[in-house]
């Protein structure tokens, strides 16, 4: 069974960096058969992809274009982890932030986001 | 970025009746080399994650009840569940895997009536 346990801080001051990991157990962050997605979620914009992470003999990294100049995702594989952090943040990054496995088959076709992490409230606020 | 529109935004079914959601895409989801349709549905409890139902539009997710089903092709699609349950009172998402970003449809909001 796949567990994705996420850790971070849940209150942030506008221009601050936030950090945020999704520790894996029950897969590997280099599986060849996933991909390691952050998602955040507020009632202003509904649910959001912001990017991913893969594996395929080398590291990918894909993003959305609004927050590519100030979003990094990283991957631990020692910590069989990954990672977001998101530079200056405003007001407007406050949601809850999910982290997520997109599973591919056989054929290396995806399934889709199979396995959630539980979210983490993060509020920006001065 | 492909645009997911959902209708109606929410909708009020009697226990035991039919619930129709339906997700349209602004571009076409449908992968012509392996001929599957990149479009993933989702349930949404409060206080909880999203929950995957459907992918590839009519393949039911492990666990996932019969009474949940998924159908259509290119950019519009339709989740059904034949006969609510007082469970499957939710939020109900679409999304599409053809491209990044891997955009989500507003959500649909299942009452019961």
């Known amino acids: 069974q796949v567990q994705l346990l996420q850790s971070g801080p849940g209150l942030m001051k506008p221009a601050q960096t936030l950090s945020l990991t999704c520790a894996i157990s029950?897969?590997?962050?280099?599986?060849?058969?996933?991909?390691w997605n952050w998602i955040r979620q507020s009632p202003s914009r509904g649910l959001e992809w912001l990017g991913r992470?893969?594996?395929?003999?080398?590291?990918?990294?894909d993003y959305t274009v609004s927050l590519k100049n100030r979003l990094s995702i990283n991957s631990d594989t020692s910590k069989n982890q990954f990672s977001l952090q998101l530079n200056s943040v405003t007001p407007e990054d406050t949601a809850v932030y999910y982290c997520?496995?997109?599973?591919?088959?056989?054929?290396?076709?995806?399934?889709?986001?199979?396995?959630w992490g539980r979210g983490t409230l993060v509020t920006v606020s001065s | 970025d492909i645009v997911m529109t959902q209708s109606p935004d929410s909708l009020a079914v009697s226990l035991g009746e039919r619930a129709t959601i339906n997700c349209k895409s602004s571009?076409?989801?449908?992968?012509?080399?392996?001929?599957?349709?990149?479009l993933v549905w989702y349930q949404q409890k409060p206080g909880q994650p999203p929950e995957l139902l459907i992918y590839?539009?009519?393949t039911r997710g492990s666990g996932v009840p019969d009474r949940f089903s998924g159908s259509g092709s290119g950019t519009d699609f339709t989740l059904t569940i034949s006969s609510l349950q007082a469970e499957d009172v939710a939020v109900y998402y679409c999304?599409?895997?053809?491209?990044?970003?891997?955009?989500f449809g507003q959500g649909t909001k299942v009452e019961i009536k």
């Open positions: 997520a496995r997109d599973y591919y088959d056989s054929s290396r076709y995806s399934l889709g986001f199979d396995y």
């Open positions: 029950g897969d590997s962050v280099s599986s060849s058969s996933a991909a």
């Open positions: 992470t893969y594996y395929r003999s080398k590291w990918y990294y």
């Open positions: 571009q076409s989801v449908l992968n012509s080399s392996n001929n599957k349709n990149y």
């Open positions: 590839w539009a009519s």
């Open positions: 999304q599409q895997f053809y491209s990044t970003p891997r955009t």
